[in-house]
């Protein structure tokens, strides 16, 4: 057959081959389904229900009497239980403070607090370097070389110790006052060598080398001041501002409020009348005033109105912190007898500790929840819990501490929100009769103040003068509150108090402002100690040393008498002006006499990087002059140690007062600025 018409038949028929095809299987399938068995004849539904309603049976039913055995109790669980639902002292629970709802009897008309005036106000004098800022961070102190590294002190051999009779203790007692340490056949002098200065060559070490152990290695050009000894504030750059040393010299101040007292005021005059509101009725400090009297020629009594000039506010103080301070110190007073609307900004002072001149002594230094916390940890010590105690509690039982705490925190914290809130929203975060009020309020809050000379400042402090201040506070009036819509009613006023506030109701209607007018002054403090500004130098005392004494018998009484006048070493710690830094100069062979001035090379310290800087031309001029030295004499000690008394020294200062200086006091500050650790001494 031709190709072309096979492929011509296949185009035209290939689909009725299709569904012949499918025809036929169709027709097998059919016929193979009618060959198939009738599974009815096998299986029926009704038999297939029952076998699964009887394997279901045997499930559900109880077995537990073949498999397990009779459970016994060991315990009365009734009996357990009830004593674990016994209800626990809340006493360690309780909330400081409820939130109650006051009762308001409105004849009870609104009063005015008595507004207490600030007591014990505190004054004391410094000269010291603060960090300010700078847009260049440029300072004299900075273009100096480095000091040399410091020689170490070839320490001294222990002088031998002397036999004397009748020195009584451990020797008589056993018999070795005149066999010492000769009768056991032994050198004094040798065991010296053996266990005193000479220790370090017997090894093969040089001296140096063991003076020079355990202080911090020291190079021309590296040479730094130990941090450990840096008390101050440490600076940091701001706002692309470097920190630099600026002289202070100044008169400090401190006072307390009678907190506690002035809280129980408001509360007497306010709390029972109507519109009573906690935010607003209760003492809030906004403002203080330091005023200064000279009295170089005058008594206290003899002061008037006009010599009294103002030199602090809280104006001032907030000023100085943002402004030209590089920040400010640390503060060291716990946040419960402080308020920063009368506790000034501790300055950015540098090097020195200034703890003791913005702490008063009675203000605590331990904040209230410190000693709570200390005294829930000793109740819970005393507290013995087992494990069964802890068995049936419930989730979250074993936080009820960190609870109590966390409401504190969120109590505290909504109270310091509705006080600001109250002062610059209206009072909006406010609960009317619902806040909560300060049950048990501090006894004393602190007030802080500062008096700087300045070149600049017509009325600055001069030295040389006697000085009195007195401080007074304001609070924001609770019935002429800053915000007018904390306003109470007007009916709500007693006739006193309603006298006084239409008047400033009127003067605040006339300049369209409050401020200024909401401000209840208190009475002035009392004058403080009189104060002068302090010298430029301070000197601390050391080791005294003296030469052989001699007894002698005179008419019958026996006479101490040294050939040699005692020495001795000290600190003359002096603040240069020129490079604004402190400047310790180390003094020795001080006699009796001896006038504490110097002129040579001397060492200064960089309070901003702590890097030892070197001066040649140094001069320290200075009138105080030594008039006695005592101390330095052996001690009858017993045993093999021998101890010198502590050095003194009776020194007549610049300003003619007698100061007695002491090695014991002055310890730690002589070792400091001696560089002692450095010398290794």
Do not use: C
């Amino acid at each position: 057959m031709d190709a072309d018409k096979i492929k011509q038949f296949f185009i035209f028929h290939g689909e009725k081959f299709v569904v012949g095809i499918v025809v036929l299987a169709a027709g097998w399938m059919v016929y193979s389904g009618l060959n198939m068995p009738n599974m009815l004849d096998e299986v029926q539904p009704e038999r297939l229900t029952t076998d699964a309603n009887t394997v279901r049976n045997s499930i559900d039913e109880d077995h537990n009497e073949n498999i397990l055995p009779d459970r016994k109790p060991v315990f009365d669980i009734l009996a357990e239980t009830a004593r674990k639902r016994t209800p626990v002292d809340a006493t360690a629970y309780k909330m400081p403070h409820l939130l109650e709802r006051k009762t308001i009897d409105t004849s009870v008309r609104r009063k005015d607090p008595v507004v207490h005036a600030p007591l014990e106000l505190r004054v004391d004098s410094h000269i010291a370097s603060i960090a300010i800022l700078s847009p260049s961070g440029k300072y004299p102190l900075k273009d100096l070389e480095g000091a040399e590294a410091l020689e170490v002190v070839e320490q001294e051999k222990p002088r031998p110790r002397s036999r004397r009779r009748g020195r009584g203790g451990m020797d008589e007692m056993m018999g070795m006052d005149g066999m010492g340490m000769d009768g056991m056949g032994m050198d004094q002098g040798m065991g010296m060598d053996m266990y005193g200065g000479d220790m370090g060559m017997g090894m093969g070490m040089d001296p140096g080398m063991m003076g020079g152990m355990g202080t911090m290695s020291a190079t021309a050009a590296g040479r730094r001041f130990n941090p450990k000894h840096n008390l101050g504030f440490v600076p940091t750059a701001k706002d692309s501002k470097l920190p630099v040393p600026q002289y202070a010299w100044f008169i400090s101040g401190t006072a307390v409020i009678p907190h506690k007292a002035m809280a129980e005021s408001f509360r007497e005059a306010l709390q029972s009348a109507e519109g009573y509101l906690p935010v607003r009725d209760q003492p809030l400090y906004f403002n203080y005033e330091v005023q200064r009297a000279d009295v170089t020629n005058k008594s206290v009594d003899e002061l008037a109105d006009e010599d009294w000039i103002l030199r602090y506010t809280r104006e001032q103080n907030v000023k100085e912190a943002a402004r030209v301070w590089a920040g400010y110190a640390t503060e060291v007073v716990p946040e419960d007898y402080r308020d920063l609307n009368v506790t000034a900004y501790i300055p950015p002072v540098l090097l020195v500790d200034y703890t003791d001149f913005v702490t008063h002594p009675l203000i605590p230094m331990v904040s209230r929840r410190e000693k709570q916390m200390k005294a829930r940890e000793e109740m819970m010590q005393e507290q013995k819990f087992g494990v069964d105690d802890l068995e049936l509690a419930g989730p979250g039982a074993g936080g009820m501490g960190g609870m109590d705490m966390g409401m504190d925190m969120g109590m505290d914290m909504g109270m310091d929100m509705q006080m600001d809130m109250g002062m610059g929203m209206g009072g909006m975060g406010s609960y009317g009769g619902m806040a909560m009020v300060e049950e048990d309020p501090v006894d004393y809050k602190l007030m802080r103040f500062y008096d700087f000379a300045s070149d600049q400042d017509r009325n600055t402090p001069r030295p040389g003068r006697k000085y009195v201040y007195r401080i007074r506070l304001a609070v924001v009036d609770p019935n002429f509150p800053a915000n007018a819509l904390q306003q109470p009613k007007i009916s709500s006023l007693s006739g006193e108090v309603y006298q006084r506030v239409s008047k400033l109701m009127e003067a605040a209607e006339a300049d369209k402002n409050r401020k200024g007018h909401f401000q209840r002054w208190s009475d002035w403090s009392g004058p403080s100690p009189q104060i002068s500004l302090p010298t430029f130098t301070d000197y601390y005392a050391g080791p005294v040393e003296v030469s052989r004494v001699k007894e002698l018998d005179y008419k019958g009484k026996k006479v101490e008498y040294s050939a040699d006048p005692p020495t001795a070493k000290a600190v003359n710690l002096s603040y240069n002006i020129a490079y604004k830094t402190l400047m310790p100069v180390w003094m020795e062979n001080l006699q009796p006499g001896s006038v504490l001035s110097y002129e040579g090379p001397a060492e200064l310290i960089d309070p901003i990087d702590l890097v030892v800087k070197k001066v040649e031309d140094a001069k320290i001029t200075s009138q105080t002059t030594v008039i006695d030295i005592n101390g330095g004499r052996v001690l009858p000690m017993t045993g093999d140690s021998e101890l010198e008394e502590p050095g003194m020294m009776l020194l007549f200062d610049e300003n003619g007062s007698l100061k007695v200086t002491g090695e014991v006091e002055d310890q730690e500050m002589y070792r400091i600025y001696s560089f002692a650790e450095e010398r290794g001494l």
